[in-house]
T-cell receptor, first 113, second 115 residues
Framework: TQLLEQSPQFLSIQEGENLTVYCNSS?????LQWYRQEPGEGPVLLVT?????EVKKLKRLTFQFGDARKDSSLHITAAQPGDTGLYLC?????????????FGTGTRLQVTL | EAQVTQNPRYLITVTGKKLTVTCSQN?????MSWYRQDPGLGLRQIYY???????DKGDVPEGYKVSRKEKRNFPLILESPSPNQTSLYFC??????????????FGPGTRLLVL
């Protein structure tokens, strides 16, 4: 199984601050996805990146896929309390069958007023 | 409304008492999957199904069974639950294959406590 490591594990910041969370692997992924999970709910897809070096923006969130397709980052500008949640990266596991999806351990973000 | 539903949402049981967690999707998705989520370990795939009557093991299948007799339903069966199966369980579905580029739609989760 291919592993995805996320850092930091926990992040507590104040409203208006910027932050970056990372998703790293020693393996190459054909694509990576980012999900956000709020308390009491299942994860919800934010974005899929498929090309090395690709940058995608979703309002104040900027996602980047590494050139070598082994890592990805999520940058949030001017964080708001509504950004609070668990951020998960996920990628298809090609060691066996591409039908398996591997998730990182997540970054838990708390944004306070 | 397009959704994945799970029942029950919360369950407390005792060791060895068989239980089933149901999962149903109304989006005509071919692919369905079960995950468990534990602190520090993230989401780990238990079983998945690429279509009716086609199921395969994920990363942590021991102690679990699944079936896919109909496209919309994918129940998770614990024949003899043990305390180490205490966890938060999620069912997910996606239109075709695993979701390497496709969205996986998750259910709301089932919190299971095995005493």
């Amino acid at each position: 199984t291919q592993l995805l490591e996320q850092s930091p594990q926990f992040l507590s910041i104040q409203e208006g601050e910027n932050l970056t969370v990372y998703c790293n692997s020693s393996s190459v992924f054909s694509s990576l996805q980012w999900y956000r999970q709020e308390p009491g709910e299942g994860p919800v897809l934010l974005v899929t990146v498929v090309t090395g070096g690709e940058v995608k923006k979703l309002k104040r969130l900027t996602f980047q896929f590494g050139d070598a397709r082994k890592d990805s980052s999520l940058h949030i500008t001017a964080a708001q309390p509504g950004d609070t949640g668990l951020y998960l990266c996920a990628g298809p596991d090609h060691t066996g069958t591409a039908s398996k999806l591997t998730f990182g351990t997540g970054t838990r973000l708390q944004v306070t007023l | 409304e397009a959704q994945v539903t799970q029942n029950p949402r919360y369950l407390i049981t005792v060791t060895g008492k068989k239980l089933t967690v149901t999962c149903s999707q109304n989006m005509n998705h071919e692919y369905m999957s079960w995950y468990r989520q534990d602190p520090g370990l993230g989401l780990r795939q238990i079983y998945y199904s690429m279509n009716v009557e086609v199921t395969d093991k994920g990363d942590v299948p021991e102690g679990y069974k699944v079936s896919r007799k109909e496209k919309r339903n994918f129940p998770l069966i614990l024949e003899s639950p043990s305390p180490n199966q205490t966890s938060l369980y999620f069912c997910a579905s996606s239109p075709r294959t695993s979701g390497s580029r496709e969205t996986q739609y998750f259910g709301p989760g089932t919190r299971l406590l095995v005493l």
